[in-house]
């Protein structure tokens, strides 16, 4: 493996990594007896990929279920930009800046790839509160529906029905529909997972072009996008914390080396 590596094109703006954009205190989260998550603390910074890693089942989904609202925490807290979340609804943690996408696909599949984007970006707006609104009358919305689609690498694909799209292309169409609420703080959830080796670049490079300007958490197991992405890195085992810190000092850490990485961490 190598250490993350830009090319001049590729390499986003200096962003401050003094603010912490994300934080877990303490994070608990019991199901019937068995503990997903055990005394998760971590704090992510604005500006920074942060990889979470671990095995299956060491509580990588539950966390971010945690950490998006999804979940309520048996006990602990999430802080985003120092204000408290965890007890808020998931669409309320959206509207003050962080939004996900799912490790299972999330599209309409009847829908166009644009009506898809027009959907999503309704949601900020009045428009929710007619559920039923004719998609005709979303086009105000037309122009930032086809500037995210540019952004993500769906601009000529606007008119394919969702369900034809490839599995690379649905995540992307995801990610796209994650940036329709403007987040600064964007959670992926095995982004590359199920993708051959050209989908895994296109979307390494997705990553990069999207976390210009805000913070992006991702849950991953290939550990070469993690390479080529991460500033920081989590790792997670049987629910806790096993090491966290920058992506060198995490790949030689003897304990991720023997629980995780094996031979991939030479």
């Known amino acids: ?38 005394d998760v603390s971590l704090q992510i910074h604005e500006g920074e990929i942060h990889a979470i890693i671990g095995p299956n089942g060491a509580g990588k989904t539950t966390l971010f279920n945690l950490l998006s609202g999804f979940l309520r925490p048996t006990s602990g807290e999430v802080h985003l930009f120092g204000q408290r979340v965890d007890q808020l609804r998931p669409f309320e943690i959206v509207r003050r800046g962080l939004s996900r996408s799912f490790q299972i696909s999330s ?29 005709a009358r979303l086009e105000s919305l037309g122009e930032q529906a086809d500037q995210i689609l540019e952004d993500v690498g769906l601009g000529t694909a606007h008119a394919r029905l969702a ?51 805000r913070t992006v958490v991702l849950v991953e197991h290939n550990m070469s996008v993690v390479a080529e992405l991460a500033d920081r890195i989590t790792v997670l085992q049987y629910g806790a914390v096993l090491a966290s810190g920058q992506y060198e000092e995490v790949r030689h850490d003897p304990r991720v080396i023997e629980a995780y990485l094996g031979e991939e961490g030479h």
């Open 163 to 213: 369900a034809d799209l490839s599995h690379g292309e649905k995540r992307q169409l995801e990610i796209g529909i994650s940036l329709t609420q403007h987040p600064k703080v964007l959670l992926l959830d095995e982004p590359t997972s199920g993708m051959g080796s050209e989908g895994v670049a296109r979307v390494i490079a997705l990553v990069r072009q999207v976390a210009r300007g």
């Open 107 to 135: 599209v309409f599949p009847s829908m166009t790839v644009r009506q898809n984007v027009l959907v999503a970006l309704q949601s900020p707006t009045t428009l929710p509160h007619q559920f039923w609104t004719p998609l």
């Open 1 to 38: 493996m190598t250490a993350r590596s830009h090319t001049h094109e590729d390499t986003p703006a200096p962003v401050s990594h003094a603010g912490v954009a994300l934080e877990a205190r303490h994070l608990v989260k019991d199901f019937r007896g068995f503990r997903a998550t055990n």
